[in-house]
Each structure stands twice: as structure tokens, then as C-alpha cells.
């Protein structure tokens, strides 16, 4: 009996020894498992304050790389540390208000740089560049402004040229039209850059415009390149597709031909009277030099006849001094006679002017006219574009 009690003692005292020790395990757990969690959430906050700090040090150097007077290398480097920060952590409230400061830094920057000199090409690469952080509103009113005053400035330097910036100052002006329909900017740069396009090198005779020059071979290339006219015919004495020959006029080109291209450039033929008018200017004179045929400065025979001058062939378009009207049209004695829109017997078209083979006064009387058929082509013969229309 004593034998059975000490052994039940004996348990007892094993299984509380047991259960005190289960007991401090456990206790020992919780409180390695409290410790470590209070390590581990320390160690967090210490890295996220780790990264906070490391994200304004790189916004502060960011900032002063963007700051004012500064660099294009500089800017673009500011903009990859930006980068770096907005991938890592989008809801940066910092780095909101420092893109805001930068966009502005940036537009300043394109502004002083380039827009307000008209180096419009080079402020839009930097635009295009930082695209992501400047909205296409703001960049495309500054370039369309800007675009428009570089192709004023160009003007009848580089006729080919000022056209083309004026079609870039329509192209951002529509773009910001899109957005902003509303915007009054916009839609005046659209219609006075238009107009100012099409009256590039033209002549106010009073109530219609006509071009100061015949139309060119580089002028016809541009829109056969287009797609917008064919290629002018070639052969003997004809000007397409000879090299060196761009600022020459065109030739070799039928009415149709020469239609189509007065439509592509938001004109037309001039009519008989209107061409006629550009030539007699405001006395109402017989020949374009006065009233006698004495028109020995023009790209002619008659101009070669006399020792002035030795013209076999076509010119540059107005290279000849002497064969300018007093509304100031080049070349409507000599060089090539024009096509004009009018229709006579059977269908017939009207050909004016003087060319570069003719021989005999009594041909440059700007009464003179002489018909073809609308497919019919000459090296003698090219064309210049009139325009009507006034701004609305």
C-alpha cells in the first residue's frame, strides 16, 4: 500500500513537474514571439524612415539639378531621378509638389531657351521629351504661337520653308483645339496661318491675289511628292527631274496639271483679265514695261537680241530686274507664258505672257493671247496661281 501511495506521489509530482515546464515553454515562446515582433516592426519603421529620407535626399538633389539657369543635361537628369522615385512610390506627396515646381521649371526653360528665339523645332524635341510631365495643352499654345512667328519671320526667304511652319503652327494649333475647343487662341492661328500660307509670295493686286513668280520645279516636286499633282512631262527643254534646276520654273506641264496643283496649295489659276490686270499694274499699260515693246530685261530672245543679256532657255524665277510689273509680278514677258483658268472654243484654255523663245516684240503686247488644249504641253509654257478669298 505505502509501496502504490509513493508511486502515485511520485506521478503526480512528474506530471506537475511536466506541466510547470510545458507551461514556461510556452511563456518563453510568447515572449521570444513579443520580442521578436517588437525587433521586426522596429526594424521596419527604421527602414522605412531609412527610405523616406533617402527619397527627399534624392528629391533635393533632383530639385536643385532642375533649378532655375539651368541645363537640358541637367533637366533630363532630374527627370530619370523623378522617374525612379514615382516607380518606387507613386503616392509620394513630396515628389507631387517638386513635378509640379519642375513642369513649370521645364516650360520656362523651353520659353526662354528656344520659343522666344523661334527655335521652335528644338523647343518641340524638349517637349517631346518631358511629355510626361507636361500637359500637351500647354506645349502645343507654345508651339503653335511659336511656329507661326518663325514662318512669318521666314516669310518669301524660303517660301517651301515658311509653308511648312505654318502647316506645323496649324497642326498644334488643331491638336489644342481638340482639347480645348473653346480656346480663341487656337482657332485664330488656324485661320490667319492658313491664309497667311496660301498669300506666301503672292501679289495684292486689289480684290484678288496672284504669285509674284511663276511656280517652280522644287514648288511642283513638293506636291507630286505629295501625292497631289503628276509628274510634269519631260524631253527636250523641259525642267523636271533635272538636278539644279529647283528654284527654275516649272514647265512642260498641262492645264490639268497645272490646275491640280493650284487646288493643292489652296489656290487657282488666274483668269485671263486677272492676269492681265497684274501685268498692265495702274496705268493700264500695253506692255508690261510701259507702252512701247522696249522689254529688252526680260528672260526672252528679243532681251538676247539687243547683247543685254544671252537667254536661250528658262531662268530662275525673278532673276530679271527688268520684267517685273508695277504691282510687282516677276516674268510675265519672258521666262514661260502661264496657263489661266479661262475657257474658249472647244474647250480650248488661255495661255499669256511672254517666254524665253520669244523673238518679236509685238508677241509681249499683254493683249496677245494665245489657246491649247488642256492636255497639250510645252517647255514654254508654265503657270502661276491666283487666290480670292479674304479672311473671315
Same mark, same amino acid.
Not at 149 to 170: F, I, P, Q
Not at 267 to 273: I, V, Y
Given at each position: 500500500?505505502?509501496?502504490?501511495?509513493?508511486?502515485?506521489?511520485?506521478?503526480?509530482?512528474?506530471?506537475?513537474?511536466?506541466?510547470?515546464?510545458?507551461? /514556461?515553454?510556452?511563456?518563453?515562446?510568447?515572449?521570444?514571439?513579443?520580442?521578436?515582433?517588437?525587433?521586426?516592426?522596429?526594424?521596419?519603421?527604421?527602414?522605412?524612415?531609412?527610405?523616406?529620407?533617402?527619397?527627399?535626399?534624392?528629391?533635393?538633389?533632383?530639385?536643385?539639378?532642375?533649378?532655375?539657369?539651368?541645363?537640358?543635361?541637367?533637366? #533630363?537628369? /532630374?527627370?530619370?531621378?523623378?522617374?525612379?522615385?514615382? *516607380?518606387?512610390?507613386?503616392?509620394?506627396?513630396?515628389?507631387?509638389?517638386?513635378?509640379?515646381?519642375?513642369?513649370?521649371?521645364?516650360?520656362?526653360? #523651353?520659353?526662354?531657351?528656344?520659343?522666344?528665339?523661334?527655335?521652335?523645332?528644338?523647343?518641340?524635341?524638349?517637349?517631346?521629351?518631358?511629355?510626361?510631365?507636361?500637359?500637351?495643352?500647354?506645349?502645343?499654345?507654345?508651339?503653335?504661337?511659336?511656329?507661326?512667328?518663325?514662318?512669318?519671320?521666314?516669310?518669301?526667304? %524660303?517660301?517651301?520653308?515658311?509653308?511648312?511652319?505654318?502647316?506645323?503652327?496649324?497642326?498644334?494649333?488643331?491638336?489644342?483645339?481638340?482639347?480645348?475647343?473653346?480656346?480663341?487662341? *487656337?482657332?485664330?492661328?488656324?485661320?490667319?496661318?492658313?491664309?497667311?500660307?496660301?498669300?506666301?509670295?503672292?501679289?495684292?493686286?486689289?480684290?484678288?491675289?496672284?504669285?509674284?513668280?511663276?511656280?517652280?520645279?522644287?514648288?511642283?516636286?513638293?506636291?507630286?511628292?505629295?501625292?497631289?499633282?503628276?509628274?510634269?512631262?519631260?524631253?527636250?527643254?523641259?525642267?523636271?527631274?533635272? !538636278?539644279?534646276?529647283?528654284?527654275?520654273?516649272?514647265?512642260?506641264?498641262?492645264?490639268?496639271? *497645272?490646275?491640280?496643283?493650284?487646288?493643292?496649295?489652296?489656290?487657282?489659276?488666274?483668269?485671263? *483679265?486677272?492676269?492681265?490686270?497684274?501685268?498692265?499694274?495702274? %496705268?493700264?499699260?500695253?506692255?508690261?514695261?510701259?507702252?512701247?515693246?522696249?522689254?529688252?530685261?526680260?528672260?526672252?530672245?528679243?532681251? /538676247?537680241?539687243?547683247?543685254?543679256?544671252?537667254?536661250?532657255?528658262?531662268?530662275?524665277?525673278?532673276?530679271?530686274?527688268?520684267?517685273?510689273?508695277?504691282?510687282?509680278?516677276?516674268?510675265?514677258?519672258?521666262?514661260? =507664258?502661264?496657263?489661266?483658268?479661262? =475657257?474658249?472654243?472647244?474647250?480650248?484654255?488661255?495661255?499669256?505672257?511672254? !517666254?524665253?523663245?520669244?523673238? %518679236?516684240?509685238?508677241?509681249?503686247?499683254?493683249?496677245?493671247?494665245?489657246?491649247?488644249?488642256? %492636255?497639250?504641253?510645252?517647255?514654254?509654257?508654265?503657270?502661276?496661281?491666283?487666290?480670292?478669298?479674304?479672311?473671315?
Amino acid at each position: 500500500m505505502d509501496k502504490f501511495r509513493k508511486k502515485v506521489i511520485t506521478t503526480t509530482i512528474i506530471v506537475s513537474l511536466v506541466a510547470y515546464i510545458g507551461i /514556461a515553454i510556452v511563456v518563453l515562446i510568447t515572449l521570444f514571439t513579443y520580442m521578436y515582433k517588437k525587433y521586426e516592426m522596429s526594424n521596419l519603421i527604421n527602414k522605412s524612415t531609412m527610405k523616406k529620407t533617402v527619397e527627399r535626399k534624392t528629391l533635393d538633389i533632383a530639385n536643385q539639378l532642375a533649378g532655375k539657369n539651368t541645363s537640358e543635361n541637367n533637366l #533630363v537628369l /532630374a527627370m530619370h531621378l523623378y522617374n525612379a522615385i514615382k *516607380a518606387d512610390d507613386p503616392s509620394n506627396q513630396d515628389l507631387q509638389q517638386d513635378l509640379e515646381t519642375f513642369k513649370n521649371n521645364v516650360l520656362e526653360f #523651353v520659353k526662354e531657351k528656344y520659343i522666344n528665339k523661334y527655335k521652335c523645332e528644338e523647343g518641340e524635341n524638349i517637349y517631346n521629351e518631358f511629355s510626361t510631365i507636361i500637359p500637351d495643352k500647354e506645349s502645343d499654345e507654345e508651339l503653335a504661337l511659336c511656329y507661326k512667328k518663325e514662318a512669318e519671320n521666314t516669310g518669301s526667304k %524660303d517660301l517651301l520653308g515658311a509653308r511648312n511652319l505654318y502647316d506645323k503652327a496649324v497642326e498644334y494649333a488643331k491638336k489644342l483645339s481638340n482639347l480645348d475647343p473653346t480656346n480663341t487662341t *487656337a482657332n485664330e492661328i488656324i485661320k490667319t496661318s492658313s491664309f497667311e500660307k496660301i498669300k506666301l509670295g503672292m501679289v495684292n493686286i486689289g480684290g484678288f491675289y496672284i504669285d509674284k513668280n511663276d511656280v517652280t520645279v522644287a514648288e511642283y516636286r513638293e506636291c507630286v511628292n505629295a501625292g497631289g499633282c503628276s509628274a510634269a512631262h519631260t524631253g527636250a527643254g523641259c525642267d523636271y527631274g533635272i !538636278a539644279g534646276m529647283g528654284d527654275f520654273p516649272i514647265n512642260c506641264v498641262d492645264w490639268n496639271q *497645272a490646275n491640280a496643283y493650284c487646288k493643292w496649295v489652296g489656290k487657282r489659276l488666274p483668269t485671263e *483679265a486677272q492676269w492681265e490686270k497684274a501685268a498692265r499694274g495702274m %496705268d493700264n499699260r500695253n506692255y508690261v514695261c510701259g507702252d512701247t515693246p522696249d522689254c529688252f530685261g526680260s528672260c526672252n530672245r528679243i532681251c /538676247a537680241s539687243v547683247g543685254d543679256c544671252i537667254e536661250h532657255a528658262p531662268c530662275e524665277v525673278g532673276s530679271h530686274l527688268g520684267d517685273v510689273s508695277l504691282h510687282g509680278v516677276f516674268d510675265m514677258s519672258g521666262n514661260v =507664258k502661264n496657263w489661266c483658268s479661262d =475657257k474658249v472654243d472647244n474647250n480650248l484654255r488661255i495661255i499669256k505672257g511672254g !517666254a524665253w523663245d520669244t523673238n %518679236d516684240t509685238k508677241n509681249l503686247a499683254i493683249s496677245i493671247s494665245n489657246k491649247a488644249a488642256p %492636255d497639250a504641253y510645252s517647255n514654254n509654257v508654265g503657270f502661276r496661281c491666283a487666290y480670292s478669298k479674304t479672311i473671315q
